[in-house]
Structures are given as C-alpha cells and as structure tokens.
C-alpha cells in the first residue's frame, strides 16, 4: 500500500519505501511496466500519480524495451526521469541501457534483484544488475531498506551531476529487501527537495534555442573520444558519489561510503558480500568475534565504479578473503566480485589469499550457518596461507 | 427402469467420463490458478480437442511465454517449453521449423501476445507457419496483479488505470486475419462445447491458426471492475457480449451490435510457411 504523510519512524517495504522516495523526488516522467519483485513500486507510485500527489506523467508501455526507450526520449528531452525492473525486465531493457549510458543521460533505475530464466524463478539473486555490470551505468547496492530509500536520492545526485551525467541503478535484494518490513528513518519532503534540488538539464531537446544531437553516428574518428569520456565520467563517479555521500550524512545523520567495513580493520579474514546477506554474514562475525576469531567483512555498496584502491586499501592488511557472489559469471573464473575484488588486490606486495564461492542462487537460504561455514574456511587459509578450493558453490 | 429411489427415469446414454490424467502431469497438480479462474477451462477444453483430433502425445509440443495462462505447459503432459513473456511465438516458430512433423501449440495471454509479443503475433501470421494459437484474453495482466491489457475495454479499471483505461483495445481476430493468418477463430470459457470444437478444428488447419479465447479473471478484472464473482462475469463478458456467428444473419442488427463475434470467423487454403521452405530447397536442389 502506497504511504501518504509519515514523519520519523516508519514500518515499511523496501518497495514501498523506493515508490515514496520517488513520490519525494517527484520526477518529471516515470515510464514503468509490471514484473515480479518490483511491481510494488510502480503500483505504489501510481497511486500517487492518480492522487495528484506528485507532477509525474506516467508512461504505462508495452514491455520494459518500449520503457527504458521511452525514458530515454523523456531524459533527452530534459526530464529527470526514473523507473523501476527486475530479472528479464532488466534484460529486455539491456540494448536500452547502453544507449542511455552512451547518451550520457541520467536515468535512474531501481532494480530488485531477481534471477535470471532459464529455469524460470521470480527469486532474489544478483544475475540482472550483474549482467548489467559493463553497460556504463552506476551501481548502487543496498543492504536494507533504510539503505535503498537513501541511495535513491544519493542516485539523483551522482547521477546527474555535471561531472559525471550518467544513469544510475540501486539495486536492493528481491523479496528479503523489497517485500520485508522495516522500520526506518524518512525524510522530510522539504529536505528531499533541497537535497535533490531542481533538475537542470546540460542539454536538451526542448531548449530549441540550442539544438542538438543525439547518438548521431560516429565513425572510428569520433567514437573512441566519445567512449573515453564516457569513461572519465565513470571514474569521477566515485568521487562524486564520495563527496554526495558525505553531504547526505550531514544532512541526515546515516553516514554510507564507498562500502561499509564491519569489524575489519583488526580482522586477519574476511568476507566480501553484497546486498541483504551481508546483514547475515555481519551475524556470523559478531559469533566468532565472541570465540576469539579474527573476522571481519567488507560490503562494497558503489560497484560501478568500482572503487578497486579504496577497497584494496580497506583490505590489504588481511590474511585471507572470501568473496561471495549471488551469482554465477558462468565462464569466468568465478564470480563478478571476486574478480574485480581478486584483481584490485594484485598490485600489492604481499596480498591475502582469495576464495570465490556462489550461494544463494535464484532465493536459497542464505544463513549464518552458511556464513560461519565460509569464515571457517577463510581462517583456516589465513592459519595455513593455502586456499584448498578455490571456487566452489555453497547453499548447495 | 427404476432409479434407487424408485422413480422411473430416462434411460441416458452412459458416457465414459474423459480421463484427464492421461493428459495432465498429476504431480505438478494443483494448479496455481485462482478459483473461478477461466484459465482451467480452456485447458480441459484443449486437453479434450487434443484428444478428439486423435493427435499423439509424443507429437505434441505445448508451447507458453509467461503470466498465469502461460503456466498451462507445467501442468501438461506434452513436449513443453515454459519461455520467456512475450517471446512463446518466436521459440515456436524454431521448434516448428527445426521439426515439422510436429503438432506446435502455443498458449499464451492476452499481455504475452499481444503486448510485449505483439511483434511476433503479427509476423508469425504473416508468415502462416503451421502453429495453433490459443490466446487467453482476460483482459488484464493477471500474473503481476491486474494491469491493463491491449484488450481491456475503455472505461474499465486497473491498478494502472485508476481512472478508467483509455487506450482502445485490439480485436485480437481482426490482427490476425489483417497479418494474414489462415484460421482465426474465437471462443469462451462459458461456451466450452464450442470451445473445444473449435480448437479443434485449430488443431486440423494447416497454416496458422488462431483462436482467441475470453476467459475470466474474477482476480484482478473482476474485482476491480465490481463483479460478483466468476459466473456473472462469465454470464455477462462471455455470454452476454459474445454472439455466434453461426446465428449472427439470424438477428436483428440490435442483437448484434457491440459484440463480438464467436466460432470460426475467417478459413482460408494459404501456403504454409515450412512447406515453402521445403519446396524451395527441393527446387533449387533440382536445378543444380
Ligand atoms: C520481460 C518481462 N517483463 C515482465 C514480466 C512480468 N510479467 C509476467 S506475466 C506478465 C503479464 C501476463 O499477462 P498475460 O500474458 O495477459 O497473462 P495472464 O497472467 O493474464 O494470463 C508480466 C508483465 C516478465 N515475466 N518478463
Ligand atoms: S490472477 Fe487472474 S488470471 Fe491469474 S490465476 Fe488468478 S484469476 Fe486467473
Ligand atoms: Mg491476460
């Protein structure tokens, strides 16, 4: 049920939560189509469209490939524009999404991670936004629901900054955060506001006193300047997304970073998880910290950029690491995370042993026994500075 | 003749019931459907117009897309493919053309075949390949909670239409026979005799053929839309809006008006898009 006034404290659904942070945001066009887990976002909205509590014009399409096409024409035509998928809504939108990215428009999506098909399965894990990971979009990730409403006006933001204008995704676990009830913190509209501020758009196509184009063809001369800063803007993304960040703690007291470090920095071994598990693990290393044990975790929640210094930094002093992905990079050498994860650790002198392991896979449990399970193994190559299996799923 | 009560009755033709289960995967059983759902009456209907057309199960393949009338493969005992929303068509036309001896039957939603499939609705008829196509037009999205669909009437209510939906619907009839399939016909969940006559004389043509099928969602449509319950949207949607086209010179134009046509509303002899493939190669084959 879409909420109408709240002030403080309230008991919310992660959908419900996003719809009325977008209620706060107020954007100009929101073009939406229905698919499980994130439907509750675009009902609830458009209750508040049909309300007239907020100024959206509401593009009901045919299919997620008519609606991130639909809210690039609005984008470029000046609006601030938002919209919500999951799972194959997600990848019907995929040829969309680099369009977006290459028009340097700033979008901004919600996505409830739900699996891929085949087989079918409406559950919770990371193969959408994952497959996503190269389309040029920023990726925010959320651990809760107090997290996700958050990171969707830091999204606004970063997004549509003037050294960054890039589409941005949030991305919150389907069911566990999206349908699960938490109590959390909201924000005054009159602050959402001012911190979100009026969208003035660079470039536009109403603003016939200056024409322009977009995505005009562009032969080897041209595309690789194009490609380039494109990607210059996705690195200062991560400055911005620093600097927005630390504007939002002042402002609202919830202070979020590149990642969120959790009993890490006198931690020999770790764990590094995205999204709501992380709240599990964190479970796990509060058990073995009352044993004795030196654990620690490390949830990235910026993944695109990936901030590979930061987290290098944050994770050198470790002996041993591993890298849980809700997803399988299928013919890679084990998943996303632990790739980028892996990699960023390279360049150190000495660096900590790193483990890939996959769990949770289209909604299997994820609990704190499978999280005790995997920090035992990450103590025992920190003790034995040996990883016995490199790879491997579990939740199995 | 004397009943066990010790009335005198009329001696009735003994009719061996249709045994279902010959058809149906029994462990995938029960359905996910609501209650008063048209969904599982157009299913036994397909079930009996198989069986009446004398096909064989190992022949048959039951292909779907996504959304409640799409999960009908999963209860079925065919070859089935469950696929993606909007995509059963185009997965049909491969599985055809890849073997075709086989009998394609595609079950899809009103959303699925017309929304984000419609593309491949229109160039699937066009093509006349030899598929049965059984639309189940509930005039919503019924699996993602109730919106609007390219057949909900103007004027109707869905949770993305709070006002009462404005876009004109599509006949889904009139687009097939328009993109050029050969068999277009329409059916209801109310009318399940005629249903089941009618998929079958689907199941026979050879060409495309479509039949667009209204069921009920008391769900969602129903709900929304203040009925009762299933009967009386199945009395008034299906019953009541619907007239055979067997009777329609029969009727005076006031009796007609404003509604839709059932049975077989459009029959041609077209070539069928495998078998001109075929002749085509045998005919360049030939000429070498
Ligand atoms: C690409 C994609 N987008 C959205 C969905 C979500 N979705 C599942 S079923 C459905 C609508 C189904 O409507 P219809 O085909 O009419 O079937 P019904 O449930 O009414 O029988 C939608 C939008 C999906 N599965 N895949
Ligand atoms: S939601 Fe509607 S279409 Fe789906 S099973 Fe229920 S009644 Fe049938
Ligand atoms: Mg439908």
């Not at chain 1, 919209?83 to 680099?98: D, F, I, R, V």
């Not at chain 1, 536009?204 to 080897?220: C, V």
Request: proline share 4%.
């Amino acid at each position: 049920m879409a909420i109408t006034g709240t002030k403080g404290a309230t008991g919310l659904t992660g959908n419900t939560a996003i719809a009325y942070a977008m209620k706060q945001i107020n954007p100009d066009v929101a073009p939406v189509y229905p698919i499980t887990p994130s439907t509750g976002i675009v009902e609830d909205f458009s209750s508040y469209v049909a309300d007239g509590a907020v100024d959206t014009e509401l593009i009901t399409v045919e299919s997620e490939h008519s609606a991130m096409s639909a809210c690039i024409g609005a984008c470029a035509a000046g609006a601030r524009v938002m919209t919500a998928t999951s799972s194959q809504g997600l990848a019907l939108m995929w040829e969309m999404l680099y369009i977006a990215s290459g028009m340097r428009l700033p979008i901004v999506l919600t996505d409830v991670n739900r699996a891929l098909s085949a087989p079918i399965n409406i559950h919770c894990d990371h193969s959408d936004s994952m497959g996503a990971r190269d389309s040029g979009w920023i990726q925010i990730y959320s651990e809760t629901v107090q997290e996700a409403y958050d990171n969707l006006f830091m999204a606004v933001r970063i997004a549509e900054h003037e050294h960054v204008l890039l589409p941005a995704m949030v991305c919150m676990d389907g069911f566990i955060t999206s349908h699960a009830i938490e109590n959390i913190n909201l924000i005054g509209d009159d602050s959402v506001r001012e911190f979100v501020g009026e969208y003035k758009p660079a470039h536009s196509l109403l603003d016939t006193g200056n024409p322009i184009t977009y995505g005009a063809m562009t032969l080897p001369d041209t595309y690789i300047t194009f490609k380039h800063q494109q990607s210059k803007a996705m690195a200062a993304a991560k400055d911005v997304a620093v600097e927005i960040s630390a504007e939002f703690g002042r402002k609202f007291g919830r202070n979020y970073g590149l990642f969120d470090a959790y009993r890490l920095a006198d931690a020999e071994a770790a764990i590094v998880i995205l999204n709501s598990a992380a709240g599990t693990s964190k479970v796990a290393v509060d058990e073995l910290r009352k044993q004795g044990k030196k654990v620690g975790l490390l949830r990235p929640r910026l993944f695109r950029p990936f901030p590979f210094e930061e987290i290098t930094g944050a994770l050198k002093h470790l002996k041993a690491v591993a890298v849980l992905d809700r997803v399988d990079s299928m013919n890679a050498f084990g998943g996303p995370l632990f790739n980028e994860v892996r990699s960023a650790l390279y360049d150190l002198e000495k660096r900590p042993k790193v483990m890939s392991r996959i769990y949770g896979l289209g909604g299997r449990d994820y609990k704190v026994a499978d999280a005790v399970g995997a920090f035992e193994e990450v103590l025992k190559a920190a003790a034995t500075g040996r990883v016995e299996t490199l790879q491997k799923y579990i939740t199995l | 003749m004397s009943s066990p009560t010790g009335g005198v009755v009329k001696k009735e033709k003994v009719s061996v019931p249709f045994d279902y289960n010959k058809y149906l995967r029994p462990n995938k059983l029960p359905h996910i459907w609501c209650p008063g759902c048209g969904h599982g009456i157009v299913l036994k209907a397909m079930l009996r117009a198989i069986h009446n057309a004398g096909l064989n199960k190992d022949n048959v393949c039951v292909i779907s897309g996504i959304g409640c009338s799409s999960r009908t493969p999963g209860y079925v005992d065919f070859n089935t493919l469950h696929t993606l929303h909007g995509r059963a068509l185009s997965f049909a036309t491969g599985v055809k053309f890849a073997n075709p001896k086989l009998k394609v039957i595609v079950v899809t939603g009103d959303g699925d075949a017309l929304a984000i499939g419609g593309n491949h609705f229109i160039h699937t008829c066009r093509r006349n390949i030899d598929l049965t196509v059984l639309v189940f037009t509930n005039a919503t999205y019924g699996m993602t909670g109730g919106q609007y669909s390219p057949t909900t009437p103007i004027g109707s209510q869905a949770t993305t239409s709070r006002y009462g939906n404005i876009e004109p619907p599509f006949d889904a009839c009139e687009m097939a026979k328009a993109s050029g399939a050969s068999f277009v016909a329409r059916g209801t969940a109310y009318h399940t005799l005629e249903l089941e006559k009618t998929i079958q004389e689907a199941l026979e043509h050879k060409g495309t053929s479509v039949v667009d099928i209204i069921d009920a969602c008391p769900t969602y449509f129903g709900r929304m839309n203040k009925f009762k319950g299933a009967s009386q949207m199945m009395e008034e949607i299906e019953k009541d809006k619907t007239v055979s086209v067997k009777q329609v010179d029969k009727l005076p134009p006031e009796k007609v008006q404003g509604k839709m046509l059932r049975g077989v509303l459009h029959k041609v002899d077209r070539p069928e898009y495998c078998e001109q493939y075929e002749t085509l190669v045998m005919e360049k084959a030939k000429a070498k």
